[in-house]
C-alpha cells in the first residue's frame, strides 16, 4: 500500500522536474497536467473525495485548456 | 524505511513546493513562470490535505444512517482546500490576460528584454 | 549565477521548513473544532456531507468572499483583453460530421450529469464548485468540435449575474427572518438522506453551480475570440 503512493509521488516528482526543464511550451503544460492529476489520486488516498473531484474538474481539464488558448495567442518556443 | 513511509506524504507536497519555488525565481519565459505559479499552487493544497489526515480513518460523509463517528478525517481543512483550488484558477486566468497584453505591446515574453527597454 | 545563488536561498529555506515539519506527526487527531463539527453536524444543519455543512452553513462567509473573487477576476479579464477593432470574420472551416454530431450528441448528457452534482451535494461528495466546473468543460467541448458556434454572450452575463443575486437574497432573508445573523439557516431541516433536507444549502449549491459554470464558460469564450 504504501508502495503505490511511493511510485505516485516519484511520479508526479518527475513530472514537475520535467515541466521545468521542456523549453516547447506545450510539453510543459501537459506536464503540469499530469502533475495535477495525480494530485487528485493523492487527495482520494488522503480520504478527501470532494478535493479530488474538484481538483480533478477544475486543475487537470479547465486550467489545461486556459494555458493552451494563451499560447496560441502568443509563442509556443521559449527564447 | 519506517521514516520514508511516515512522511511520503510531506516529501511530495515540499517537493512540489520547491521546483515551483525554483522555476518562479530562475526562468525568463513569462508563460513558463505563470506554470510554476501553478505547480506551487498544487504543493500548498496537497500539504494542507495531509496535515488533516488521521490514521485509518474515513471521508466525513455519512453514508448509512448511522456510521462509526469516532474515527473521521478532519473535515476543516478540506473545506479550505475546496476554495483555494478555485481561487487559484481565477489567479491563473488574470495572469494569462495580463500575459497575452505585454505580448501584444512589446513583441516578446522575455522577461529580461522587457525590463530592458527604456520608457 | 543567478541560478547559484537561488538554490542557496532554497536550500536554507529546506532546512529551516524541515526542522519544523518533523515535528508535526503524520496521522494524529489534531483539533477539537473538527470534533465538533462531526459530533454536532447531523442535528445542526440537516447534511449528510460534513464539508458541505462546513462550507455553506459554517463558514458561508467566505464562500462569498470566494465566489466575489471569482466574479472579479471574470471581469478583469475582459477589461484587459477589450478591443476597440472590428472583429474580422474568418473563413472557418467546418468539422466533419461524425465530429459534429457527435459533439451536440454530448453536450446535454454532460450539462446533466454536472446538474445531477451540484443538486446532490448534501448528500454524497459534489458539490456547487464541482459541478460548475463540468458544465464548463460541456462549453468547452462544444468549442473544440463544432467549430464556429458560439454562445450568446448575454444569456452567459445575464445567467452569471442572476445566480449571484440568489446567493445575496437567500443570505439577506436569513437576515430578516431569523433573526440574528447573514446567511441563517432558517428552512426546515427534513429527514436526513433525503433530496429536500438541510435547509438552504441545495439553493445555494444549485445557484453557486449556475454561476461558476457560466463564468468560465465565458472566460473560455472571451479567450478563444481572436485565435
Known amino acids: 500500500m504504501i508502495f503505490i503512493v511511493i511510485i505516485f509521488v516519484v511520479m508526479m516528482l518527475a513530472a514537475a522536474i520535467a515541466a521545468s526543464i521542456f523549453k516547447d511550451l506545450m510539453s510543459a503544460v501537459i506536464a503540469s497536467c499530469l502533475v495535477s492529476l495525480i494530485a487528485s489520486i493523492l487527495f482520494y488516498f488522503l480520504q478527501a473525495p470532494d478535493v479530488a473531484m474538484a481538483e480533478a474538474a477544475i486543475g487537470a481539464a479547465l486550467v489545461t485548456a486556459i494555458f493552451i488558448i494563451a499560447i496560441r495567442r502568443t509563442k509556443r518556443h521559449e527564447e | ?119 | ?227
Open chain 3, 1 to 227: 549565477m543567478r541560478k547559484i545563488v537561488s538554490l542557496i536561498l532554497l536550500a536554507i529555506v529546506a532546512l529551516g521548513i524541515a526542522l519544523c515539519v518533523m515535528n508535526i506527526p503524520f496521522g494524529a487527531p489534531k483539533t477539537k473544532v473538527g470534533n465538533h463539527y462531526i459530533n454536532k453536524g447531523r442535528e445542526e444543519t440537516g447534511a449528510a456531507n460534513i464539508v458541505t455543512s462546513v462550507v455553506l452553513n459554517y463558514r458561508g462567509f467566505d464562500t462569498l468572499g470566494e465566489v466575489t473573487v471569482l466574479f472579479i477576476a471574470a471581469v478583469g479579464l475582459s477589461a484587459v483583453l477589450a478591443t476597440r477593432k472590428k472583429k474580422v470574420e474568418k473563413e472557418i472551416e467546418p468539422s466533419s460530421m461524425i465530429l459534429n454530431t457527435g459533439c451536440r450528441f454530448l453536450f446535454p448528457l454532460i450539462l446533466f450529469f454536472g446538474a445531477y452534482i451540484f443538486v446532490h451535494g448534501h448528500l454524497t461528495p459534489g458539490g456547487g464548485f464541482q459541478g460548475g466546473a463540468i458544465i464548463a468543460s460541456a462549453f468547452l467541448l462544444t468549442y473544440l468540435g463544432c467549430r464556429g458556434r458560439r454562445v450568446s454572450e448575454r444569456r452567459i452575463k445575464v445567467t452569471e449575474s442572476l445566480s449571484g443575486l440568489v446567493f445575496i437574497v437567500v443570505g439577506l432573508l436569513g437576515l430578516a427572518v431569523g433573526g440574528q445573523y447573514f446567511l441563517n439557516n432558517f428552512l426546515p431541516k427534513g429527514i436526513l438522506l433525503s433530496l429536500f433536507s438541510a435547509g438552504i444549502i441545495p439553493i445555494i449549491y444549485i445557484a453557486i453551480g449556475f454561476k461558476v459554470g457560466s463564468e468560465i464558460a465565458g472566460i473560455i469564450d472571451k479567450l478563444m475570440e481572436e485565435s
Open chain 2, 1 to 119: 524505511m519506517s521514516f520514508i513511509s511516515n512522511y511520503i506524504y510531506y516529501i511530495g507536497a515540499f517537493g512540489l513546493i520547491f521546483i515551483g519555488l525554483y522555476i518562479v525565481l530562475v526562468k525568463r519565459n513569462l508563460i513558463k513562470v505563470i506554470i510554476g505559479l501553478s505547480i506551487l499552487d498544487t504543493g500548498i493544497n496537497l500539504f494542507l490535505i495531509s496535515i488533516g489526515y488521521i490514521r485509518r480513518g474515513t471521508a466525513p460523509i455519512f453514508s448509512k444512517i448511522n456510521i462509526e463517528i469516532a474515527r473521521m478525517v478532519d473535515p476543516v481543512p478540506q473545506a479550505l482546500v475546496l476554495t483555494a483550488i478555485v481561487i487559484g484558477v481565477a489567479v491563473l486566468a488574470l495572469a494569462l490576460s495580463l500575459a497575452i497584453r505585454l505580448y501584444q505591446h512589446y513583441g516578446t515574453l522575455n522577461l529580461r528584454k522587457i525590463k530592458d527597454q527604456r520608457w
